[in-house]
């Protein structure tokens, strides 16, 4: 498989010397992998700090920045951050009043941020986790790990770090995040594997004709293998999964992301096609976003992201960000 | 057992994990996420050097364990390493600061590091997780010691019952962890976890034997 790099170990860190070079707003801290905005924490503003496996770009370090995230800690490819470096992180951009943790929910991310929260409770400073779970294709019940985090997230970090940004507290930037999280869902589906550089070899086969509906932001499967089916079909497909859990009606906040390895031009497309279903069935879409947000290394495929706006939400969402992935208002 | 075979148990794992790198990756390429074999082989190639720089170097058999699970836990990230990293610290704590251990210490030690495994992951035997070996082995384990087993006796139960065990998760529906996102389609696999705890085992039979 081709890819890009140098050699599979090197991938996360030297990405990240990539990073440091493209993006002088940011601190990196190669050694540790912890993603800080260059101009330190800001006395009396909640931090937030998210962070996962690595493979996901821009997600979450490309979301580090002036009305967004405080920090980012990137693991290994599709491996969750450790313990130690979310320490660094909550330690450093930690302004006295204290850390939201923003956690997709998969197994080793929660655990590590769990170890986490505790060491920072130890060296005195609070922390508050919200767990990110808006994918539908997994059925949230107690014969699965549960929801998985996809692309809420990137509206949780830009809502919940707007708030913060006002200078609003701990309980209320949490609330808020938890708030973003249970209006949205998600719903992904891929048309070709991605390939993990250290496995070297695709994580799944699918056959020429064949798409992976459901698929998770791993290349974890999802809930079924089915044929290829024009776009407005697979639209449908995504759409009547959310909208059988949430309603999609009133105002929402979209996003219609590629996985990596989407041309844009399609992703436009089916963007299309996601209006007109909305549209037909009572929503309006008052804002969006179309592009690769939270990608799976060189996966094709797209996932579409539907939260029902509030004023406030929709007001926190238009508020200024500055970061490298998403920059508007400043 | 001292602490050298404890230390070469740790040896042993990282060459049998290392050896065994890719096969885990594809099982869990299978039903969760490719990286198992990729992030235990740099786990395990890590407690090496934390066993080499560490100055003075741990010289009980516990606190062997205890740096080989702190270790885990720093470096290994996922689940497997929260996940291993307790199960070996809680093992290393039980294991207190004795020069040697016999059969029923080590039985209790591993009975420690079930149990830190369950409470940190909630899972339970018939979840298809690491839990289906390890408890099997534990089991195993404790009742070859209580019908007065020899050493080597003993451990080939255990080694016997965490295979059994990681085996019979080739049936088992996924409850827990990734490759319960799969459902019905995660039967027919065998847990990558259950697999990578019936290889450390079997390298502590290893060791244990060699150092005889």
Redesign the interface.
Known sequence: MKKLINSPETVVTQALAGVAAAHPSLTVDIENKVITRAAGPRNGKVGLVSGGGSGHEPLHGGFVGYGMLDAACPGEVFTSPVPDQMLIATKAVDGGAGVLHVVKNYTGDVLNFQMAAELAGDEGIEVVPVVINDDVAVEDSLYTAGRRGTGATVFVEKIAGALAEEGADLAAVAAVAREVNDRSRSFGVALSSCVVPAAGKPTFELGDSEIELGIGIHGEPGRTRAPLTPAAELAAVALDAINADLAVNGDLLVMVNGMGGTPLIELYLMFNEVRQYLEARGGRVARNLVGNYITSLEMQGFSVTVCQLTDTLTRLWDAPVDTPALRWGR | MDAVVFRAWIVTVAEVIEANRDHL?QLD?AI????HG??LA?GFTAVLGALDAASPGPQTPGAILTLTGNTL???????????YGTAFRRAGKALGDAADVDLPALSAALDAALAGVQQ??AAREGDKTMVDALAAATRAFGKAIAEGASESEALRSLVEAAEAGAEATIAM?A????A????P?SVGHEDPGAVSTALILGALRDAARAGR
């Open positions: 990756t390429a969760g996420d490719a990286d990729i992030n740099r836990i720093s470096k290994v990230g996922g689940a497997s390493g929260p996940l940190l992951g529906q409850l827990k962890g990734r319960s996102y799969l459902g389609r």
